[in-house]
């Protein structure tokens, strides 16, 4: 497996998979989360370790992202653009230089 250029390592101790079969507190996943699931236009959402991403992609779901320090976040918004979580006037120096490198003519 090839791991992505991803820049920096961000705490992303408090975001655990929610993956819960049956929905019940034992049967939870709580595996440190390594991918943020949109299901819906609702934006009902997420996370998910890389063994239960590949139990999600069974299913049809609107994004994903790697989780960033935002994700769940209270006041956090999904850019599908950017494929992360980000909190409106909170954006970090680090990811608007990340910002700025990015092409500007990606797809
Ligand atoms: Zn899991
Ligand atoms: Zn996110």
Request: proline share 7%.
């Amino acid at each position: 497996m090839i791991t992505p250029p991803l820049g920096r390592i961000l705490d992303t101790s408090r975001q655990r998979c929610t993956f819960s079969p049956g929905d019940t507190d034992e049967a939870t996943c709580k595996t440190p989360a390594s991918w943020h699931v949109a299901w819906s236009a609702d934006m009902e959402n997420g996370l998910a370790c890389d063994e239960h991403m590949a139990v999600a992609q069974q299913y049809a779901y609107l994004d994903r992202h790697q989780v960033g320090g935002d994700c769940s976040m209270p006041g956090s918004s999904w850019d599908f653009d950017r494929k992360r979580c980000f909190i409106d006037g909170c954006s970090s120096p680090e990811s608007a230089v990340a910002e700025q490198s990015m092409p500007l003519e990606a797809s």
